[in-house]
């Protein structure tokens, strides 16, 4: 029996949900990357990169391309990226919108202090 989408979906943003997988995908939307290129960006231990890097492939988020003895990564589609994207779009919305909700109370605190 197939799981439902919705259970598919929640599986999938798991993947998503760390820091590390994020900023890899984030590189890789860019360009291909080797690992060695990753590191410096990540900024995390190579055995930790690795772990990481073993989930997304596993997700089939990224790929690899061997070329000697360097490993390069890409991604399996520009959707990933455009998903990135779009994640971006939602959370400038989110703070801009907390930004002036905390504009309106640093005014109002401001409006109900006694005059000296």
Known sequence: ????????KAEFFKTLGHPVRIRVLELLSQREHAVAEMLP???VEPAHLS???????RANLVVT????STVY?????PHVAELLKVARTILSGVLASQAGLL??????AAESK???
């Not at 391309?65 to 000697?68: S, V, Y």
């Open 103 to 108: 504009a309106d109370l640093q005014t109002a």
């Open 114 to 116: 006694p005059s000296s």
């Open 51 to 57: 772990q990481q890097l073993a989930v997304l492939r």
């Open 41 to 43: 960006e990540v900024g």
């Open 73 to 77: 990564y890409s991604l399996t589609s």
């Open 1 to 8: 029996m197939s799981r439902p989408l919705y259970q598919l």
């Open 65 to 68: 391309r061997k070329e000697g």
